[in-house]
């Protein structure tokens, strides 16, 4: 993981068993905040012989989930939206970054990208998690 603002609840967070039959490891986490990535297998492609939409979504919401529960206590999503924008291409690996961009009370807006070893966006997501007081 990258240095930054290490929070309780990485640790939780890093070992989502989702997340890890999906092959995504967490780089980042830290407050509003998270980033992973994903080295791409066979698994991850669908029937065309390109990588799956879902294992696209499910990057970014694995990650979603790590920069809404970085604060210790639970979130859960309650609206996630994702924008295709291209396919992967020849990529090894996709990263994800999430942010935390806005709060109304007890929910906040997180924004959601995906990126191939290039750097070119491959979808963007914008999220909307409830945070309660429950520790993680």
Same mark, same amino acid.
């Given at each position: 993981?990258?240095?930054?603002?290490?929070? !309780?609840?990485? /640790? +939780?967070?890093?070992?989502?068993? %989702?997340?890890?039959?999906? *092959?995504?490891?967490?780089? =980042?986490?830290?407050?509003?905040?998270?980033?992973?990535?994903?080295?791409?297998?066979?698994?991850?492609?669908?029937?065309?012989?390109?990588?799956?939409?879902?294992?696209?979504?499910?990057?970014?919401?694995?990650?979603?989930?790590?920069?809404?529960?970085?604060?210790?206590? !639970?979130?859960? /999503? +309650?609206?996630?939206?994702?924008? %295709?924008?291209?396919?992967? *291409?020849?990529?090894?690996? =996709?990263?994800?970054?999430?942010?935390?961009?806005?709060?109304?009370?007890?929910?906040?807006?997180?924004?959601?990208?995906?990126?191939?070893?290039?750097?070119?966006?491959?979808?963007?997501?914008?999220?909307?998690?409830?945070?309660?007081?429950?520790?993680?």
């Amino acid at each position: 993981m990258e240095e930054g603002k290490i929070v !309780r609840s990485a /640790a +939780i967070i890093e070992n989502d068993p %989702y997340a890890k039959h999906l *092959g995504i490891e967490f780089t =980042l986490i830290e407050e509003g905040h998270a980033k992973s990535r994903m080295e791409l297998k066979p698994e991850h492609k669908n029937f065309m012989g390109m990588i799956h939409g879902g294992a696209i979504f499910s990057l970014a919401d694995a990650t979603f989930g790590a920069a809404a529960n970085s604060y210790g206590k !639970r979130a859960m /999503a +309650i609206h996630v939206s994702i924008d %295709y924008l291209q396919a992967p *291409g020849d990529t090894p690996y =996709l990263e994800a970054d999430v942010r935390e961009t806005a709060r109304a009370g007890r929910v906040r807006h997180y924004f959601m990208e995906v990126r191939n070893i290039l750097g070119e966006a491959v979808a963007v997501c914008h999220g909307w998690a409830y945070h309660t007081d429950r520790d993680v």
